[in-house]
């Protein structure tokens, strides 16, 4: 038996470089250090919550073509839905609800129709976000500045709580300084103005641990890869500049022929510090100045509750988008999810004075703007952070595309912060790990050895 292709990193990036290397017939390894595959992908259960809930509400865009592949090659296609035509409920700051409709026209007709209808903006913001949105679609990509500095430049604060900031933080996990203009510029090109009918909001059918963790650990397994949980790698052996094997943390030692790297890049300069000579690895991807947004989410459960839609932004709350899961799984069971914007925090926080801030800021203000939700006795809640949701790119790296290969030729990288036009989504992460599957079949590289 061959040495395997070995792939370090069980989310839907090492998934996906794992389904691309199938068809060369080589042994093909995944090693995961969780108890699960699907990485960021995941759901969890707890005591006191009726059903599983996510690690926290993610949307699928329906212009999410490479994802929308895999998917349909591995048979889980139908655990997603994009509604059509896409539709946006959102309460403003006093109350007042309307829908932002992404009209059924070609892109970008059908982006620039729903903004100019959207009556939450007055006539003037309207225009203005028209014409910004044309700008950002149609003008160079822009590395050098912020989304912030450019929306500061290109239009008023109401267009920029109400539309622009609503749309980078969801699209982008990340506050618009955070980010630059240039990433906005691709997720409205490559995400919802693309296309005959653009880029649809979508959504999960079932819990995200269920498709991505179970569903497709199955169909890797039934298709040849050994999968490997539980299994954390912290360390390589390198003869001849190439990785001759891969080193777990419990001890053992897995021969390889090569290795796909599928982490995001905290954990990758984690790995790369354990072997002898890391420096030329990891200088050029300035590991160690990456940051990572958080997303913290609610889950409440109640016995019964009236639904409301399938998810709601809330710009100006701290309850920022709001998910009812018993439309979006079909389970009168699941609990709604809320996007809280909270970065803040603090690690020490105790459950008593969480349950304090959730009781006293989060709920009355959920109620307010959902005042069909005000009387629901809430029988379970369940605060899920995920400290490092998304990698934040340092400011030296932004607008630089990041080479997959190494310095070490049978070593590729991947993961949603590796795509050279996407910013960090499923999509991206998906993208870079076909790449690097690809450029593994293409460059030979694992028969090389
Ligand atoms: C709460 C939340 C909401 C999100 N919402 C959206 C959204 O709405 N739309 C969207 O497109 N994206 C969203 N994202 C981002 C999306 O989930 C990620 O971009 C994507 O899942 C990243 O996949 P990945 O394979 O690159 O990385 P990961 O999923 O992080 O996979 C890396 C894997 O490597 C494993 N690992 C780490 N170190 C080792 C080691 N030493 N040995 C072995 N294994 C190791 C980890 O356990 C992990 O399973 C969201 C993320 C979060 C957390």
Known sequence: MPDPIIIIGGGIAGMAAAWRLIPTGLPVTLLEARPRLGGRLDSL?????????????HLFLSSYVRTRRLLREIGLERDFDYPWPGRLPVIGPQGRAAILWEWPLPAPFNFSAGLLSFPLLSWKARNRAVLAARDLLTGPLEAEVSAAQWLEAHGEAEERGLFWEPLVRAALNAPSEAVPVRDLQVILREGFAKGLTGGRLGHARRPLGKIFGEGMRRALEEAGVQVLTGHTVGGAEITAGRITSVKLRNGRSLPCRAVVAALPPWALYDWLRTLPHPTPLVAPLHLEAWGAQSLVSLFLWAGQRPWVEPWTSLPGRRAAWVFDYTRLWGDSRAPLGLILEWPDLPQSQTA????????????PELAAALPQLSR????????????RATPLRPRALWGHPLSP?????????AGDWLDPLLPPTVEAAVRSGEAAGEKIIMQKIALDK
């Open 376 to 387: 629901v006795p809430w029988r379970a809640w369940k605060l899920v952070r995920e400290r």
């Open 405 to 413: 290969t190494t310095a070490l030729p049978n070593l590729v990288l």
């Open 45 to 57: 259960r707890a005591a006191g919550a009726p059903t599983p809930f996510d690690n926290g509400p």
């Open 352 to 363: 008593a004075a969480m349950r304090g801030f959730v009781a006293r800021e989060i709920l």
